[in-house]
């Protein structure tokens, strides 16, 4: 299965892309900045782009099933670029989803699932990068037609992807 990263995943990009790639999974990325030849050292292909838009997010979604993002904010040329595609799913993995966002997600035709982290600093410490990988695969893996908004701070949301919650990181 082929899997589109976009955005700056951070630390949690080298965790996810050592799990994708283990299970035998085709990762690509559309990538800005050096910091991408990291993951390229992992057999990621890189799509480089200095604009992230519509036509870019379509020339790297060809045969991809899941695009995953790590920022919301960039929703609309995804999901265009995703729906020109045929890309059946998207992921958002970030610690702001606003609404308008979600709405855009939720008027469009594709699945999708949103992944809100518990985030570091605030009164929560955090998840390993390891679970949240967990979490975003479990995102992509899981059958159905998913449509789904989830708070990782709940240990619904875990239970909704199929997993136990995580202790948190530090602890």
Known sequence: MSILLIGDPGSL???LVRRLVS???EVRAIATDPGANDLAAHGVHIARGRDLDADLVERAAQNVRTIVTFDASVLEPVIDGATA??????????????EGEREQLRTSKLEYV???PPRKG???RGIPDDALAE???AADDTSGRLRLELDLNESAAWAALGLDPPAPSGA
């Open 13 to 15: 990009g080298e965790v």
């Open 23 to 25: 299970q035998g999974d």
């Open 85 to 98: 595609a045929n890309v059946d799913r998207i992921v958002v993995c970030a610690a702001v989803v606003a």
């Open 114 to 116: 949103v992944l809100v």
């Open 122 to 124: 605030l009164l929560r």
């Open 135 to 137: 979490a975003i695969d």
